[in-house]
């Protein structure tokens, strides 16, 4: 940013905002603070405040009024709270919580009120919008009919998202879960979706690291990150994913497209709980509040498609869930599950195994993506479930026998060439195009004779050959003007796939 | 950590709860009147209060008979007993000023703080008494204090309503404008 100032226009900036800020009476309802601890303050007064609204100190320190009780109200401290003292006065304010929303947040990294934390000055959008929304109507809604590509074969093939889909991505700590959303994003670009990764109680190191990523990359021109870090108070953890969702919906609104990643909605659990323990709320199980559930639904189901009428724009939520030791009938996970259009399920035994991404594909599923899958990758992938399903029972069953006969031996090797088909390596998303390719050479068995340390030089020939030989720009080309695996592009999928896996097969 | 205030809040809402529904808030409010000239006139009533009671709960229920006995109203009195068994009849003068607070706002009487920069002249005073009146109503219970943080000017306190017109105020204010991001691009173009 390169401005330039001169003197005279400072100086009449100054005097503008000073006569902005200069009343010289102030009317104000206030409340004096009982008590302050753990970044809950209750406070004596504020009779008339709203719930949810936006209080402040003379100092701007500013806190969200929570609790409307009787005789106090409870306001959750949303700044440094060593700057409340007993006896300090909460002003209100009016207003509820509002974050900037808009183009100028591209590229930005801010915090839960939305202020800028990546040192590139004030975040400069007119647009502002409450963090809690309404969830659209049903009127409003239309079906999830336009694919969201991932660039990650196992979940455009197995489980695909629409846009306006929201699919949870559950798994245990270390299982590549936040690697799935970055892929998810890095496949945006040129898409026109704009994304918004919310980092919730997450590390500064880890989310510094995707940032950098993320710009090296190029795809912090059209994302956001929103960071409530492990160290930020919890109101600021609660408040977070609300504030990326009102970011997203800005575009959803105006008929454009978004995905917001919540990374990970246990942490904004266990935040939800710490302020409502404080706030001696009662607890319920495993020391939840009662409106658990609804602090993910009321977040969750703003994620929609939205009709015609009302633009056509989608906000896609991809929500992660931490398990424990691949529990998924714990208290938060089977909440967001019972929530969510589907998930998909990282198993720890998978990643260890060296099948990254770790999807099981047994429990992962996509309620409504079917519907907006590519056509020619929902035609290839058909099979591929029912394929995996019988490797699977045919390996647990080649454990206890040694004596297999040639078609069992052969499903089995097709079982496995599919699940090597199914690895790709993290930050490198594939093209649709080159997706459905692979997956139809592993579906016709077409690595089946490759030894397994060159299926993944098989798998890249391929990929090389779709984009350097002729033959596979005339299939990208053909791809890219009718998506639908009719003969005449299954004819040049079997040359292509002959010319390049080819010299890969032993015998 | 122990949230006096709430606490004490508390106890003075149920204290005005149960003298309204027993017909004897007059003699509560006398009571309360004389509670807190007692707290205030002797030094040991404090320090007993003050000091955490050895023996049990009902002991110390007994021992509350024992100083007050039948002075109050039966209200006033299981309020002490309940204070004395859960330690807290250090609270007393706060319950007190909450309990006034209560009966204030059911009479429809505001609480007015003012503060001057200075010490004001009758007719300032006079003048924030009509002001308040006009906005609230006759019946006020008006106090007048002097801060000379205010600079100049005046504070005043209407219940939960704080009329800010003293220049301290004012420079607070501007500073928090001031330090609101600019929109420097906005500036330049």
């Given at each position: 940013?390169?401005?330039?100032?001169?003197?005279?226009?400072?100086?009449?900036?100054?005097?503008?905002?000073?006569?902005?800020?200069?009343?010289?009476?102030?009317?104000?309802?206030?409340?004096?603070?009982?008590?302050?601890?753990?970044?809950?303050?209750?406070?004596?007064?504020?009779?008339?405040?709203?719930?949810?609204?936006?209080?402040?100190?003379?100092?701007?320190?500013?806190?969200?009024?929570?609790?409307?009780?009787?005789?106090?109200?409870?306001?959750?401290?949303?700044?440094?709270?060593t700057?409340?003292r007993?006896?300090?006065?909460?002003?209100?304010?009016g207003?509820?919580?509002?974050?900037?929303?808009?183009?100028?947040?591209?590229?930005?990294?801010?915090?839960?009120?939305?202020?800028?934390?990546?040192?590139?000055?004030?975040?400069?959008?007119?647009?502002?919008?409450?963090?809690?929304?309404?969830?659209?109507?049903?009127?409003?809604?239309m079906n999830?009919?336009?694919?969201?590509?991932?660039?990650?074969?196992?979940?455009?093939?197995?489980?695909?998202?629409?846009r306006?889909?929201?699919?949870?991505i559950?798994?245990?700590?270390?299982?590549?879960?936040?690697?799935?959303?970055?892929?998810?994003?890095?496949?945006?670009?040129d898409?026109?979706?704009?994304?918004?990764?919310?980092?919730?109680?997450?590390?500064?190191?880890?989310?510094?690291?995707?940032?950098?990523?993320?710009?090296?990359?190029?795809?912090?021109a059209?994302?956001?990150i929103?960071?409530?870090?492990?160290?930020?108070?919890?109101?600021?953890?609660?408040?977070?994913?609300?504030?990326?969702?009102?970011?997203?919906?800005?575009?959803?609104?105006?008929?454009?497209?978004?995905?917001?990643?919540?990374d990970?909605?246990?942490?904004?659990?266990?935040?939800?709980?710490?302020?409502?323990?404080?706030?001696?709320?009662?607890?319920?199980?495993?020391?939840?509040?009662?409106?658990?559930?609804?602090?993910?639904?009321?977040?969750?189901?703003?994620?929609?498609?939205?009709?015609?009428?009302?633009?056509?724009?989608?906000?896609?939520?991809?929500?992660?869930?931490?398990?424990?030791?691949?529990?998924?009938?714990?208290?938060?996970?089977?909440?967001v599950?019972?929530?969510?259009?589907?998930?998909i399920?990282?198993?720890?035994?998978?990643?260890?195994?060296?099948?990254?991404?770790?999807?099981?594909?047994?429990?992962?599923?996509?309620?409504?993506?079917?519907?907006?899958?590519?056509?020619?990758?929902k035609?290839?992938?058909?099979?591929?479930?029912?394929?995996?399903?019988?490797?699977?029972?045919?390996?647990?069953?080649?454990?206890?026998?040694?004596?297999?006969?040639?078609?069992?031996?052969?499903?089995?090797?097709?079982g496995?060439?599919?699940?090597?088909?199914?690895?790709?390596?993290?930050?490198?998303?594939?093209?649709?195009?080159?997706?459905?390719?692979?997956?139809?050479?592993?579906?016709?068995?077409?690595?089946?004779?490759?030894?397994?340390?060159?299926?993944?030089?098989?798998?890249?020939?391929?990929?090389?050959?779709?984009?350097?030989?002729?033959?596979?720009?005339?299939?990208?080309?053909?791809?890219?003007?009718?998506?639908?695996?009719?003969?005449?592009?299954?004819?040049?999928?079997?040359?292509?796939?002959?010319?390049?896996?080819?010299?890969?097969?032993?015998? | 950590?122990?949230?006096?205030g709430?606490?004490?809040?508390?106890?003075?809402?149920?204290?005005?709860?149960?003298?309204?529904?027993?017909g004897?808030l007059?003699?509560?409010?006398?009571?309360?009147?004389?509670?807190?000239?007692?707290?205030?006139?002797?030094?040991?009533?404090?320090?007993?209060?003050q000091?955490?009671?050895?023996?049990?709960?009902?002991?110390?229920?007994?021992?509350?008979?024992?100083?007050?006995?039948?002075?109050?109203?039966?209200?006033?009195?299981?309020?002490?007993?309940?204070?004395?068994?859960?330690?807290?009849?250090?609270?007393?003068?706060?319950?007190?000023?909450?309990?006034?607070?209560?009966?204030?706002?059911?009479?429809?009487?505001?609480?007015?703080?003012?503060?001057?920069?200075?010490?004001?002249?009758?007719?300032?005073?006079?003048?924030?008494?009509?002001?308040?009146?006009?906005?609230?109503?006759?019946?006020?219970?008006?106090?007048?204090?002097?801060?000379?943080?205010?600079?100049?000017?005046?504070?005043?306190?209407?219940?939960?309503?704080?009329?800010?017109?003293?220049?301290?105020?004012?420079?607070?204010?501007?500073?928090?404008?001031?330090?609101?991001?600019?929109?420097?691009?906005?500036?330049?173009?």
């Amino acid at each position: 940013m390169n401005i330039q100032l001169k003197p005279d226009e400072i100086s009449a900036l100054l005097r503008r905002q000073m006569q902005m800020s200069d009343r010289p009476v102030d009317i104000a309802e206030f409340g004096t603070v009982l008590s302050v601890g753990d970044g809950i303050a209750r406070v004596d007064g504020l009779t008339k405040v709203m719930y949810n609204e936006l209080v402040e100190t003379e100092d701007g320190v500013a806190g969200l009024a929570l609790n409307l009780e009787e005789d106090s109200v409870g306001i959750a401290i949303l700044d440094d709270v060593t700057r409340i003292r007993e006896g300090d006065q909460f002003r209100r304010t009016g207003r509820v919580v509002s974050v900037p929303v808009g183009p100028a947040l591209a590229g930005r990294v801010v915090d839960a009120l939305g202020r800028p934390l990546d040192g590139k000055g004030p975040v400069l959008s007119d647009d502002w919008m409450p963090v809690e929304g309404f969830a659209p109507s049903i009127i409003e809604r239309m079906n999830v009919c336009e694919p969201l590509q991932t660039g990650i074969l196992a979940i455009d093939a197995l489980t695909p998202i629409g846009r306006g889909q929201r699919e949870l991505i559950i798994g245990d700590r270390k299982t590549g879960k936040t690697t799935l959303a970055i892929d998810s994003i890095l496949n945006q670009a040129d898409t026109g979706v704009h994304c918004f990764y919310v980092a919730i109680g997450q590390k500064l190191s880890t989310v510094a690291a995707l940032h950098m990523l993320l710009t090296e990359r190029g795809a912090m021109a059209y994302t956001t990150i929103v960071l409530a870090n492990a160290a930020e108070p919890a109101p600021l953890q609660y408040l977070a994913p609300y504030t990326g969702c009102a970011m997203a919906e800005y575009w959803r609104d105006r008929g454009g497209h978004s995905l917001v990643i919540y990374d990970d909605l246990t942490k904004h659990a266990q935040a939800y709980r710490q302020m409502s323990l404080l706030l001696r709320r009662p607890p319920g199980r495993e020391a939840f509040p009662g409106d658990i559930f609804y602090l993910h639904s009321r977040l969750l189901e703003r994620a929609a498609k939205m009709s015609a009428e009302k633009g056509g724009g989608s906000l896609t939520a991809l929500p992660i869930v931490e398990t424990q030791a691949n529990d998924i009938s714990a208290y938060i996970p089977t909440n967001v599950i019972s929530i969510t259009d589907g998930q998909i399920f990282l198993e720890a035994g998978l990643f260890h195994e060296g099948q990254r991404p770790a999807i099981n594909p047994g429990v992962s599923v996509s309620r409504v993506g079917g519907d907006a899958q590519v056509k020619a990758m929902k035609q290839t992938a058909g099979p591929l479930r029912v394929l995996l399903a019988q490797f699977r029972e045919l390996e647990a069953f080649m454990r206890f026998s040694s004596d297999l006969d040639a078609n069992t031996l052969d499903q089995l090797a097709v079982g496995r060439s599919l699940m090597h088909v199914l690895r790709q390596l993290p930050n490198k998303p594939v093209a649709v195009h080159k997706q459905v390719a692979v997956l139809f050479a592993g579906t016709q068995k077409a690595f089946v004779k490759v030894p397994e340390h060159n299926l993944s030089e098989a798998m890249r020939a391929l990929y090389d050959a779709i984009d350097n030989r002729e033959s596979g720009q005339a299939y990208a080309a053909r791809f890219a003007a009718k998506p639908a695996m009719d003969d005449e592009l299954k004819g040049l999928l079997s040359t292509l796939i002959e010319e390049s896996v080819k010299p890969y097969r032993k015998g | 950590m122990i949230e006096e205030g709430v606490y004490a809040r508390a106890y003075a809402r149920a204290l005005f709860g149960s003298a309204v529904q027993r017909g004897e808030l007059d003699g509560v409010t006398q009571d309360v009147l004389a509670l807190e000239k007692q707290w205030q006139g002797s030094p040991e009533l404090r320090r007993f209060c003050q000091s955490h009671l050895p023996g049990s709960p009902l002991s110390h229920a007994r021992n509350v008979d024992q100083i007050w006995g039948v002075t109050f109203t039966l209200s006033v009195k299981f309020l002490l007993r309940m204070l004395a068994q859960w330690d807290h009849l250090r609270l007393i003068p706060l319950i007190t000023q909450h309990f006034q607070a209560f009966v204030d706002h059911a009479q429809g009487c505001s609480n007015v703080h003012a503060y001057f920069a200075c010490a004001p002249q009758q007719d300032e005073i006079d003048q924030v008494r009509r002001l308040v009146s006009d906005a609230y109503g006759p019946t006020m219970k008006l106090t007048v204090q002097v801060d000379p943080t205010l600079i100049a000017g005046v504070r005043i306190f209407i219940n939960d309503k704080r009329v800010d017109a003293s220049l301290a105020g004012r420079i607070t204010r501007m500073r928090y404008g001031l330090s609101k991001p600019m929109h420097l691009e906005e500036a330049a173009s």
